[in-house]
């Protein structure tokens, strides 16, 4: 861990700031928790981010306890896939293991740095009111619900970035978890394109395919930047819309998920 970088952050909050926080010089913060910190763990020290710089900052904790649900949701689904008798087939355990593993400490992250702020896990229904009824019997179905849970959540961290703009640290810490459920979502996507038997599904989205359309709504977007990229360099449709990602909005997410959560 870069003890000097972690101490440069706190500084730059402190200037984001000013007149919010405590500590106003750098001798100070180090007499205060300088003989500390070489043992705190990084979670312990976005802690002390959130509850310091941004205890007044509503918007850094509401988007913060929108992604833990995401990820309450992706860790109890992960746990109960790879808890289930002969679901997962042996050749992409190891996958499924190590993206619960991930999950768990997305999930141990984000309520570390919450801490007292932090919601309570949900009860789920992972069948969707009966729309997936075998997903823990059928691996088809279970890796389709996957691929459907990763795209969401991409999308939905991509949304959250211009809420957190003000909050630069917290953005940060958000777009690290964001580019690993990113790698998540496009290998769960590989393995549905030989379960499903359907060629047209890679890693990447093209146009707005996808198993659930409300997931994929937009993707199918053609301007970047305010720029219409329609036929640029001669490529086809499909090739621009895969080489851009859109973002879904909380209101989007919350339709999509929000038949998963019972309570």
């Given at each position: 861990?870069?003890?000097?970088?972690?101490?440069?952050?706190?500084?730059?909050?402190?200037?984001?700031?000013?007149?919010?926080?405590?500590?106003?010089?750098?001798?100070?913060?180090?007499?205060?928790?300088?003989?500390?910190?070489?043992?705190?763990?990084?979670?312990t020290v976005f802690a002390s981010?959130?509850?310091?710089?941004?205890?007044?900052?509503?918007?850094?904790?509401?988007?913060?306890?929108?992604?833990?649900?995401?990820?309450?949701?992706?860790?109890?689904?992960?746990?109960?896939?790879?808890?289930?008798?002969?679901?997962?087939?042996?050749?992409?355990?190891?996958?499924?293991?190590?993206?619960?593993?991930?999950?768990?400490?997305?999930?141990?992250?984000?309520?570390?740095?919450?801490?007292?702020?932090?919601?309570?896990?949900?009860?789920?229904?992972?069948?969707?009111?009966?729309?997936?009824?075998?997903?823990?019997?059928?691996?088809?179905?279970?890796?389709?619900?996957?691929?459907?849970?990763?795209?969401?959540?991409?999308?939905?961290?991509?949304?959250?970035?211009?809420?957190?703009?003000?909050?630069?640290?917290?953005?940060?810490?958000?777009?690290?978890?964001?580019?690993?459920?990113?790698?998540?979502?496009?290998?769960?996507?590989?393995?549905?394109?030989?379960?499903?038997?359907?060629?047209?599904?890679?890693?990447?989205?093209?146009?707005?395919?996808?198993?659930?359309p409300a997931i994929y709504a937009?993707?199918?977007?053609?301007?970047?930047?305010?720029?219409?990229?329609?036929?640029?360099?001669?490529?086809?449709?499909?090739?621009?819309?895969?080489?851009?990602?859109?973002?879904?909005?909380?209101?989007?997410?919350?339709?999509?998920?929000?038949?998963?959560?019972?309570?």
């Amino acid at each position: 861990m870069d003890i000097f970088k972690i101490i440069d952050d706190f500084q730059r909050i402190d200037g984001d700031a000013a007149g919010r926080l405590e500590y106003a010089t750098r001798r100070h913060f180090m007499s205060k928790i300088g003989s500390k910190l070489a043992t705190v763990a990084v979670p312990t020290v976005f802690a002390s981010i959130v509850n310091k710089a941004f205890a007044q900052s509503a918007t850094a904790i509401e988007v913060l306890n929108y992604a833990l649900t995401l990820e309450y949701l992706e860790d109890e689904f992960y746990k109960a896939g790879n808890a289930a008798a002969n679901l997962i087939p042996a050749s992409d355990k190891a996958i499924f293991t190590q993206i619960g593993k991930h999950e768990t400490q997305h999930v141990a992250f984000l309520v570390k740095a919450l801490g007292a702020q932090a919601i309570k896990k949900p009860t789920f229904d992972f069948q969707y009111g009966g729309a997936f009824g075998d997903v823990f019997t059928n691996y088809k179905t279970f890796v389709t619900v996957s691929s459907a849970l990763e795209d969401t959540g991409v999308r939905a961290y991509k949304g959250q970035a211009t809420a957190l703009k003000a909050d630069p640290q917290i953005l940060e810490y958000a777009l690290q978890v964001h580019s690993v459920e990113a790698r998540h979502a496009a290998v769960v996507r590989r393995l549905a394109a030989t379960v499903t038997a359907n060629p047209a599904m890679k890693g990447w989205i093209t146009g707005k395919e996808g198993a659930v359309p409300a997931i994929y709504a937009g993707e199918e977007n053609m301007t970047q930047g305010g720029v219409n990229l329609k036929g640029l360099a001669s490529k086809s449709d499909a090739a621009v819309t895969e080489a851009f990602d859109e973002p879904l909005t909380k209101a989007a997410v919350l339709a999509i998920a929000g038949p998963f959560i019972k309570a």
